[in-house]
């Protein structure tokens, strides 16, 4: 069976520059991950650039991707640093010779040292600072850009870096994080004007990290119904100037009445005998049931910005590109407005609190040397997204597929 996608639906993979590049003075730099690994030097993206445009390009002809603004930018409101700039054009010129088309991500989770150091986006003034990056990002880049998305999954980024403590600055405090939300959502807004204003034509999202939570047992239905509403509901209502709803999703997480994850619990997982990857449950049909919600909601179009497995075992990455794409397929043909679908990642990276070990790339990045090594699954989704065709095998062609990738 063949699956056709739309002549205009985008196809592309995604990194994180903080993620792949060496850290250079921002609040992620030193943490040591729980893996042991410590956030220093990633996957040496910087010095390894031009091969790493020529597998970008063979693997989709969009890239969703981001700048590190520590990199760029040394003070509040100082000038870009003229050798950053110098880098990412190059890089940019580059994919655009590739004909690959760009998404940028403003906002990736990673703050500058002099950002953090200064209370960060509990700081009002936090607002003006990151639109002064905004601004000069779009007077030096933007005419390489094709769609921008402001900020990735804060409502991840809220929840893990102020009520979790996982992330920078690994806070646990409810107030705190209301004083962040407020902040981030007003810097969305003023970005999603002065983007409309100095970039026209160009769609404007944000994404949202989206999963579903549910109950396992009595005990788990309040903490899970709190964490949907928080999570998957009340966060995104405050950022509902866009252009394009960005949705990225990963797995089901069950309360039993706590999170239930093949990461922290992997007994339960197996004692229910549930399908999962290194991180979480495995559960594919949540994709769809995320895109039913966010579409009667928003009525919004929507790109996946992102969606893989964490996993060692490429044949379950190719069963997840199957399984995904035939549920964004069905969607599509029922009248949802689904624009895009971004695979993460590109090649294995620094998994930001879990380190290295956690590994979502089409490509493998070896630890040591930081040689990239194609995947079976890099040439199914290549492809798929050269032809906006998915060839879907059947069930004895597949498991012979899976069984050549072992």
């Keep these: 069976m063949t699956l056709e996608f739309p002549g205009h639906f985008r196809f592309g993979t995604s990194t994180s520059a903080v993620q792949i590049e060496t850290a250079v003075d921002h609040d992620w730099q030193g943490f040591v991950a729980r893996d042991n690994a410590v956030f220093t030097r990633t996957t040496d993206h910087e010095l390894r650039w031009e091969k790493d445009v020529e597998i970008i390009s063979s693997l989709a002809p969009n890239y969703r991707m981001s700048f590190m603004w520590s990199r760029l930018q040394p003070a509040p409101l ?47 003034q936090s607002i003006d600072w990151w639109l002064d990056y905004v601004r000069k990002v779009i007077h030096e880049f933007g005419e390489f850009v094709s769609l921008w998305n402001t900020f990735n999954e804060p409502n991840l980024y809220i929840s893990l870096s102020s009520l979790a403590g996982l992330f920078p600055p690994q806070k646990t405090n409810p107030i705190y994080a209301w004083r962040i939300l407020n902040h981030i959502s007003e810097a969305h807004q003023r970005a999603y004007e002065m983007l409309t204003t100095r970039s026209p034509g160009k769609p404007i999202g944000i994404s949202h990290n989206a999963s579903i939570l549910e109950a396992d047992n009595l005990l788990g239905k309040l903490p899970a119904k709190i964490t949907d509403w928080w999570y998957m509901h009340f966060i995104p209502g405050w950022f509902e100037s866009c252009d394009f709803f960005g949705l990225s999703y990963y797995s089901r997480i069950g309360y039993d009445p706590f999170p239930v994850t093949f990461l922290n619990t992997p007994e339960k997982i197996i004692k229910k005998d549930k399908a999962h990857d290194d991180m979480w449950e495995y559960y594919p049909q949540g994709l769809g049931i995320c ?109 012979k597929v899976l069984e050549h990738t072992r």
């Design 291 to 399: 895109i039913d919600r966010y579409w009667k909601r928003f009525k919004k179009p929507i790109i996946i910005t992102e969606n893989g497995m964490s996993t060692t075992e490429d044949n379950q990455r190719i069963k997840s590109i199957y399984d995904y794409l035939s549920i964004i397929h069905g969607r599509i043909g029922k009248g949802i407005d689904i624009r895009g679908y971004y695979h993460w990642s590109t090649w294995d990276n620094f998994e930001w609190n879990l380190g290295p070990s956690y590994r979502f790339g089409l490509y493998a990045c070896n630890p040591q040397t930081k040689e990239r090594i194609k995947r079976p699954s890099a040439d199914v989704y290549s492809t798929l997204a050269h032809s906006n065709k998915l060839v879907i095998p059947t069930t004895s062609d597949l498991c």
């Design 78 to 124: 100082a000038s870009f640093d003229v050798d950053a700039v110098d880098y990412y054009r190059k890089l940019l010129i580059q994919l655009r010779e590739k004909g690959v088309e760009i998404m940028l991500v403003l906002h990736h989770f990673a703050n500058p040292v002099w950002f953090s150091q200064q209370g960060g986006w509990a700081n009002k």
